[in-house]
């Protein structure tokens, strides 16, 4: 059974700080692995996709990696910025189209 | 192009009754899932539906169902309800059927509250 962890749960960052944000996941035999970011009471928004034979994956400030055999990918938001400050979940999707999800970073980033 | 449009939002009920929420894929989505979000046990799979059939199901009790109808609009019933159903449900779409490489892209949800 996939099991998805998300460590810190939650971090404060001055403005312009970089972000690494941390996901783990405990089997290999993935499709692919998702990052998104939730704002109090809405729904997902899809950041980047990294599929199971990308090593890493940007977009803008954004940047992504993916180490299957370590089970483990890491998020980077470069010059973080108040509007970055959001719920960042990763899922990692297995066979059935099901992902796995895991319980999210809470960030905030402080002018 | 509209994105993934759930509806209703937010929505009360009470203890006993039961409740349908509706989604509409992307145009050209043929793939619909289902997930809870609670405070408690964070977002979990319910269900995948592709062309009108239930391809993946995930760990709730029967009282949650749901089908897909032709046009891949998706709806899920939740029957009898109890305190702990309330959540954030959450619907998402993707062009491809389940264990492809597909991205998926979701709605703002419909947040139900059981009184």
């Known amino acids: 059974k996939q099991e998805v962890t998300q460590i810190p749960a939650a971090l404060s960052v001055p403005e312009g700080e970089n972000l690494v944000l941390n996901c783990s996941f405990t089997?290999?035999?993935?499709?692919?692995l998702q990052w998104f970011r939730q704002d109090p009471g809405k729904g997902l928004t899809s950041l980047l996709l990294i599929q199971s034979s990308q090593r890493e994956q940007t977009s803008g400030r954004l940047n992504a990696s993916l180490d299957k055999s370590s089970g483990r990918s890491t998020l980077y938001i470069a010059a973080s910025q108040p509007g970055d400050s959001a719920t960042y979940l990763c899922?990692?999707?297995?066979?059935?189209?099901?992902?796995?999800f895991g319980g999210g970073t809470r960030v905030l980033v402080k002018p | 192009k509209a994105g993934v449009t759930q509806t209703p939002r937010y929505l009360i009920k009470t203890r006993g009754q039961q409740v349908t929420l509706s989604c509409s894929p992307i145009s050209g989505h043929r793939s619909v899932s289902w997930y809870q979000q609670t405070p408690g046990q964070g977002l979990q799979f319910l269900f995948e539906y592709f062309s009108e059939t239930q391809r993946n199901k995930g760990n709730f009790p029967g009282r949650f169902s749901g089908r897909q109808f032709s046009n891949s609009r998706s709806e899920m019933n939740v029957s009898t309800l109890e305190l702990g159903d309330s959540a954030l449900y959450l619907c998402?779409?993707?062009?491809?059927?389940?264990?492809?490489?597909?991205?998926?892209?979701f709605g703002e949800g419909s947040r139900l509250t059981v009184l």
């Open positions: 089997d290999s035999a993935i499709y692919n």
């Open positions: 899922a990692a999707k297995a066979a059935g189209n099901k992902l796995t």
């Open positions: 998402a779409s993707s062009p491809t059927p389940g264990g492809d490489t597909g991205e998926l892209f």
